[in-house]
């Protein structure tokens, strides 16, 4: 019984793990997609910036984008590469 146990909990974890790769995989995709300045749901250069949120000096931003011509929204969390605490300039 104790191995059917270590072995259900192993390939939980492991499934859990497997998605989780997947999932940050297609958030990378959907990133790129917008970064080349088109929708990734269909396709259209209708995406825009709606909301971006900075958490400090040295923290990531929270960048939001909305397709004007499908509706689709997401949120990415973006480390800004040219923060003043990167380099220990702050001030």
């Known amino acids: 019984m104790d191995f059917y146990l270590l072995a259900f909990i ?21 990133l790129d997609c917008i970064r080349r300045g088109f929708c990734p749901h ?13 958490s400090g000096c040295s923290g990531p931003t929270l960048m939001s984008f909305e397709c004007l011509n499908c509706g ?12 003043c605490c ?4 702050c001030d």
Do not use: A, H, M, W
């Open 10 to 30: 192993l390939i939980l974890l492991t499934g859990s793990v497997l998605v989780y790769i997947y999932y940050l995989k297609e958030k990378k995709e959907q």
């Open 42 to 54: 269909c396709k259209q250069d209708n995406i825009e910036l709606i909301d971006q949120r900075s």
């Open 72 to 83: 689709y929204t997401n949120s990415f969390s973006v480390q800004n590469p040219d923060s």
């Open 86 to 89: 990167g380099g220990g300039g």
